[in-house]
């Protein structure tokens, strides 16, 4: 009896190292629960400029729906960087441009502005 109780410890033992282990090669979390750290963790907790690098670079390999996700999120991420008060007006419009460039409604105003009078003095 004593045998097949420590038989089946070591099975279970074995099953649960294997299970940890695939997950580990897997790569973690998957590309939505890593977007939702990055929006819990960075965006939300005022580090913008950490999250655009990150939500850029996960956006790469996005399917569809996740990249659409990704997108709204790298407008808010990109607003929170241009809105950053040390930027000069021209930093903060090319920031303010890139979100524009993903959702032109979701700039305030005057970077509204400042972004469409850019976009005209281009042309």
Not at 17 to 23: D, E, T
């Amino acid at each position: 009896m004593n045998a097949r109780v420590a038989l089946a410890a070591a099975v279970i033992v074995l099953l649960v190292v294997s299970v940890a282990l695939l997950v580990h090669v897997a790569g973690g979390p998957g590309p939505e629960a890593r977007h939702d750290w990055i929006v819990r963790e960075l965006i939300d907790k005022g580090h913008a400029r950490e999250a655009v690098d990150q939500l850029e670079a996960l956006r790469r390999d996005a399917d569809p729906a996740l990249a659409e996700r990704i997108d709204r999120s790298l407008v808010r991420a990109y607003i929170g960087v241009g809105d950053d008060p040390s930027l000069s007006v021209e930093a903060a419009t090319r920031w303010h441009r890139r979100a524009y460039e993903l959702d032109s409604d979701a700039l305030a105003p005057i970077p509204r502005r400042l972004v469409e009078q850019q976009i005209e003095a281009e042309r």
